[in-house]
């Protein structure tokens, strides 16, 4: 997350401390040029920075609760929905908060998130079966979406996939549109199967907790504040991007089809419970695991989704 999604946010705060005694001189910094992707966290940890985003995807274990989405998979495709369940639930449930504090971070809001994850394969997938003994990619948490289905999960991330696949070393990729399409992974895997897994919750706004802290309320109010505007513009525009990446691809020579909702219950019967596992794990730890996945699935059920399968019952 860089530069475009600070467009937004920077200059609503700087509106938000217009004719106070407050502003804030910025000094921006994106594309790795501080921290590594992946790494913003920890420049926030060493003073580096005060105010970034930080993707809770990318720290499964230190931001464990926030992942609660990734080990849900076939949840909803509304982006609008997952965000605003995940951020409320920093509200409803103190222990996801802390989890950020003991990181001497301050959660902000303005969760960002990712669109609904597809496959892309070498081959045409219309069934579960077509992907028996095939080697998938998938960014780490997501490779549990691919358990006891006979495919072949195997770890990557972006920088690795468009290779991978190339080489043999996979045969397909899971992953979000807009990602698929900038990293023109159409050439190499050009069977696009919608299969639904559903929007995930990736991160959020972030201060230093030690600076925040010694900060102003006037000044912490329009940090807070604009993060809501972040998170507005940040969706609104992802409409369009994820439009434009289905066109790409397409324009591409890609084949898009729907998986059915037969064999998406299939598939997300056959899986593991890797939510309750993971629910359990965390109760082990002291945290509220079991507490956080009943919660998701309540919201997502009160707001209408239709789940192939609730990750709640055991």
């Not at 530069?3 to 106070?20: H, K, M, R, W």
């Not at 960002?112 to 998938?136: A, C, H, N």
């Not at 691809?249 to 089809?257: T, V």
């Not at 729907?258 to 939510?275: C, D, F, G, M, Y």
Request: aromatic share 10%.
């Amino acid at each position: 997350m860089g530069q475009d999604a600070f467009e937004s946010y920077i200059p609503a705060v700087n509106t938000a401390l217009e004719g106070t005694d407050f502003s804030i001189a910025w000094t921006e910094a994106y594309g790795g040029t501080l921290a590594k992707v992946g790494g913003e966290r920890e420049a926030l940890e060493d003073g580096l920075a005060q105010v970034g985003i930080v993707s809770s995807l990318f720290e499964p274990s230190l931001l464990s609760l926030q992942n609660v989405t990734y080990v849900t998979p076939f949840g909803s495709p509304d982006v609008d929905l997952v965000l605003s369940t995940v951020d409320g639930m920093h509200d409803e449930i103190p222990a996801m908060r802390k989890l950020w504090e003991d990181l001497d971070l301050e959660y902000l809001g303005g969760g960002f998130g990712l669109e609904d994850y597809l496959l892309m394969t070498t081959f045409p997938v219309t069934s579960l079966d077509d992907l028996q003994g095939r080697k998938i990619n998938a960014p780490g948490p997501a490779v549990n979406w691919l358990k006891d289905t006979g495919a072949v999960g195997v770890s990557g991330n972006l920088t690795t996939y468009y290779n991978d696949i190339q080489t043999g070393v996979a045969e397909g990729v899971i992953v979000f549109p807009t990602a698929a399409a900038a990293a023109k992974l159409f050439e190499v895997a050009p069977y696009v199967t919608r299969v639904h897994f559903g929007a995930q919750f990736a991160g959020g706004i972030v201060a230093r907790k030690s600076w925040f802290d010694e900060q102003d309320p006037v000044v912490q109010a329009a940090l807070r504040d604009s993060a809501d505007v972040f998170e507005q513009d940040y969706r609104a525009g992802l409409e369009l991007r994820v439009a434009g990446a289905f066109k790409a691809m397409e324009d591409g020579g890609a084949k898009i089809s729907e998986l059915s909702e037969q064999e998406r219950s299939k598939w997300a019967t056959v899986l593991p419970n890797i939510a309750m596992d993971w629910a359990k794990n965390l109760d082990g730890k002291g945290l509220p695991g079991t507490e956080v996945l009943t919660t998701y699935i309540g919201h997502l059920k009160d707001a209408g989704v239709t789940l192939p399968r609730d990750w709640s019952e055991e």
